[in-house]
């Protein structure tokens, strides 16, 4: 090789190298998550105090108290924490199926854009995440459920507020629950039948009862008192009435105008517990058929004195679990009356009808039907 040409391509490879390192504009090291990462990595979960999820037609604001995380939009009533949970673990996990840059016609055709936007057909859910002092943990739109031919889901898209990328993730928030209503804890109280030792019912501030539904000792079905000559008692009504608390839910709630509000009530069932508890009922409806309750409970020393019961069995002790038997959960002692009463006492539940309709306050539906001869 002539020493001119050698040179010439010594000149040429030396262009190349150059050219090859002349930057042109685009990064071309990979950037955010990758298919397979998780989307929300580095999101602090126990540094969560807030949880806002709004659609086009629903808002519910989610924060933490001082010992129940509460709903705001209904005054403070305690949240269904394991829900509130679920959702922010499963935000913490998703994990990045594809993405891709979000166009105008896209964001539209996947939902993608937020609660507020005119374009109702394009609307998605948004959920925000807020740490204690307000800054913002994670703040996303949900848009369109990927469906599989089997119906299935095959993930959800999604994309973070603030930015332009549209996230394919692998689980989807399907059923995920936008209004105030679904967030509630929806017990109010879960006592069992058979703690229950009588039920009296007393119409407005009358000391004489409508009736007593009485057990003769623990363990005993129900009975009726007075059962009017020629009748007879309704057993599976008793047992509605024996059952209502196990377990008592609530439709939605609002707050009370303050104790005295109870005596203005024109009925109330008291139901008188083994263990000395007494848990008042007083059921209400007004004429657009909206069924209400006030819920009060008392300790035996302030409590009226029962019904004679024969023989009432001592409060039966918890036993410790047994070693070897971690598999079975210790059943949890039953709440304090004044536990139960700072709960329920400032508030008015709505629940449905066959839960109202339970609380029995004439003396005629515990009795069978008169059967006509001939």
């Known amino acids: 090789m002539k020493g001119k040409t050698f040179a010439i ?16 504009g685009k990064d071309t090291k990979t950037t955010g998550p990758k298919m397979g990462d998780k989307l929300f990595a580095d999101l602090p979960v126990n540094q969560v105090a807030e949880v806002a999820i709004a659609d086009a037609e629903n808002r519910t604001t989610l924060v933490k108290g001082e010992t129940v995380w509460q709903v705001e939009e209904r005054s403070g009533y305690p949240a269904d924490f394991d829900q509130l949970r679920d959702t922010v673990v499963k ?43 307000g800054k913002t943990l994670a703040d996303l739109v949900l848009g369109q459920v990927r469906s599989k031919e089997d119906g299935g889901s095959g993930g959800q898209y999604l994309k973070k507020a603030d930015g332009d990328t549209v996230y394919l993730v692998d ?40 009736y007593t539904l009485i057990r003769s000792e623990k363990g005993k079905d129900a009975e009726l008192a007075p059962v009017p000559e020629g009748r007879s008692a309704d057993a599976n009504r008793i047992d509605q009435v024996m059952e209502a608390l196990a377990p008592l839910t609530l439709d939605d709630v609002q707050p009370a105008d303050g ?45 009226e004195t029962p019904p ?67």
């Open 9 to 24: 391509l010594l000149l040429v490879a030396g262009l190349l190298v150059a050219l090859a390192l002349i930057p042109t």
């Open 171 to 210: 689980a989807s928030f399907r059923f995920l629950k936008t209004a105030p209503t679904e967030w509630l804890q929806k017990e109010i109280l879960n006592i069992k039948a058979d703690a229950v030792a009588s039920v009296t019912c007393y119409a407005g501030g009358s000391q004489e009862p409508l």
């Open 259 to 303: 104790p005295s509000a109870i005596a203005s009530q024109s009925t109330r069932l008291v139901y008188h517990l083994f263990d000395g508890r007494e848990i008042d009922i007083f059921p209400t409806v007004d004429g657009e058929e909206k069924y209400s309750l006030r819920v009060a409970a008392r300790e035996p020393a302030m409590a």
């Open 91 to 133: 935000l913490s996990r998703l994990k990045i199926g594809r993405s891709f840059s979000g166009d105008p016609e896209s964001l539209v055709r996947l939902s993608l854009l937020p609660p507020s936007d005119p374009d109702a057909s394009a609307r998605g859910t948004r959920i925000t995440l807020k740490d204690a002092s």
């Open 308 to 374: 004679a019961i024969e023989s009432p069995p001592e409060v039966e002790k918890v036993e410790e679990q047994k070693e070897g038997d971690a598999g079975k959960a210790q059943e949890a002692a039953p709440r304090s009356a004044k536990e139960i009463n700072d709960a329920v006492a400032p508030w008015i539940f709505s629940v449905k009808k066959w839960q109202f309709d339970s609380f029995v306050t004439q003396p005629g539906a515990l009795l069978e039907e008169v059967k006509k001869e001939g």
